[in-house]
């Protein structure tokens, strides 16, 4: 499980430089209208991508036995809701794009329509390779992905091409990910058209469509009900102050999650347990996301400076609150997971809608006042009020109560104050932006190190153990 996290984390950080890099580009090539422009478009079209999902990349996993028969069904339905979805988006770009008045929304739906007709050729080949754990096949078709959207959404940003430039960058990501896939995995096989185990797919399909779609549509409710309400200004403002948060959990928490979603099928089926795993994966993961948060919304002015240029500081104190909203996040990110490989997929599609519904109200009473910072305000809210609902569904379906997450997580919380406290007189510095996170950076760094040991953190256990492994490693390339 080690292992396969290093390949992971090192594939999500690889993908984050190419992310940072692209994105200190973009904006500096697209405005923030623009890129609003391209977030109410994808926006709509990511509506229907949380049904085109249908959970069938989540049902191959999970399967205890996986057969051509079930590979080839997952992949009719996908391709079946892949067209269908297609044509409506086509439908729907005219309506929306006069509603925000804007043509280019249209052209963005468009294109996005095309990566949904292509998705169905990636979903299950990835779905194989993550359920044989080939972690290191799925960092080398995920890197060329992310360098495909840079290159080509940088290329048409300087062309001129505004929003539409975005879009192409995710068109060429899909692509990439479609024929990097294939190419690995060479098994023509699960592409046959089958029908045979239909109803096993849309009863699972079904719960997580249900979570999916309400997901995205909490996630997205933010971007389409401040672009009407407050603006397209408002709506890239908003977009930029998450992008930071958004590295930050794609780099750790989205690196980790599918290691720990085939560890906790392992280990059911060994032991048919899932409480230990799921509470020392919480444990680690409040540990190192917490004070990472802490520093961000600490920092956040430097590092929007830093990312984005001088014209979007404006979103630097939106991304300070939102922190403290990641950081509820974190307590919540594993229910997806522990339902699916409890096969409990039927509480997400109760608790999503639930969560998201909550979330969409606040936004929109914070849009109406026409106050960005009390949308913020309200995201945090929800993420609170999420955490509440997720450990109700926790406490069911893993027989964990609110004592052993505090257990779990007491330790992590205070390694976060300890590394606050240690940054603190920093703010203090002076000079450009650049060389303030050149100093905090590693200071932090350091200041998490010691607030680990000096905690006694289960983390501190793993950092020991990597230092050993690297050490070894070290000595045995020396005696070659």
Not at 38 to 54: E, K, N, P, Q, Y
Not at 90 to 106: D, Q, R
Not at 134 to 159: E, T
Not at 169 to 177: D, E, H, I, R, V
Request: glycine content about 6%.
């Amino acid at each position: 499980m080690r292992r396969y996290i290093v390949i992971s984390f090192v594939q999500k950080h690889v993908q984050l430089l190419v992310s940072i890099a692209s994105v200190m580009i973009l904006s500096r090539l697209i405005s923030p209208e623009e890129t609003g422009i391209f977030s109410i478009g994808v926006a709509i079209a990511a509506l229907t991508h949380a049904v085109r999902d249908f959970g069938v990349g989540n049902y191959v996993v999970k399967e205890a036995e996986i057969t051509p028969a079930k590979t080839g069904t997952a992949f009719t339905v996908s391709l079946l809701i892949a067209v269908v979805l297609s044509l409506l988006l086509l439908g729907l770009s005219f309506p929306v794009a006069a509603f925000y008045a804007k043509a280019e929304v249209a052209t963005v739906i468009w294109i996005t329509t095309l990566g949904l007709l292509v998705s169905p050729l990636s979903t299950i080949p990835i779905a194989l390779l993550l359920r044989d754990q080939r972690f290191a096949d799925i960092f080398r078709v995920s890197i060329a992905s992310a360098f495909a959207n840079a290159v080509v959404a940088i290329l048409f940003a300087w062309l001129g091409f505004g929003a539409k430039a975005l879009a192409l960058g995710q068109l060429a990501s899909a692509l990439t990910l479609a024929l990097g896939a294939n190419l690995i995995l060479r098994n023509r096989g699960m592409y046959r058209l089958s029908l045979a185990h239909w109803r096993d797919v849309s009863n699972f399909g079904f719960h997580m469509t249900v979570s999916n779609l309400s997901e995205q549509l909490g996630q997205r409710a933010s971007d389409l009900v401040v672009g009407k309400m407050v603006g397209f200004s408002a709506v890239g403002l908003l977009s930029r102050s998450g992008t930071l948060i958004t590295m930050v959990q794609d780099s750790v928490q989205s690196a980790v999650m599918p290691v720990v979603l085939t560890s906790m099928l392992a280990d059911i089926r060994k032991t048919g347990k899932v409480a230990p795993l799921l509470l020392k994966s919480l444990c680690l993961f409040t540990c190192l996301m917490w004070p990472v948060y802490a520093v961000i919304s600490m920092f956040a002015r430097d590092a929007v400076a830093v990312l984005f240029g001088a014209k979007w500081l404006e979103a630097a104190p939106y991304t300070s609150i939102l922190c403290y909203g990641a950081a509820l996040a974190v307590l919540s990110s594993l229910v997806s997971t522990t339902c699916n490989a409890t096969n409990n997929a039927h509480f997400l599609s109760r608790y999503s809608p639930t969560v998201q519904g909550i979330r969409v109200a606040l936004v929109t009473c914070g849009a109406i006042m026409g106050d960005l910072g009390l949308v913020v305000r309200m995201l945090v809210v929800a993420e609170l009020l999420q955490c509440v609902l997720a450990y109700l569904i926790i406490r069911q379906v893993a027989a964990i109560q609110i004592g052993d997450v505090v257990r779990s997580c007491w330790r992590s919380l205070l390694v976060a104050v300890l590394v606050a406290a240690a940054m603190a007189p920093l703010q203090a510095l002076d000079g450009p932006s650049a060389l303030r996170l050149a100093i905090v950076a590693p200071s932090a760094a350091l200041a998490w190190l010691g607030a680990v040991f000096i905690t006694r953190h289960p983390m501190a256990q793993e950092v020991t153990h990597a230092y050993g492994v690297l050490a070894l490693r070290m000595r045995a390339s020396r005696i070659r």
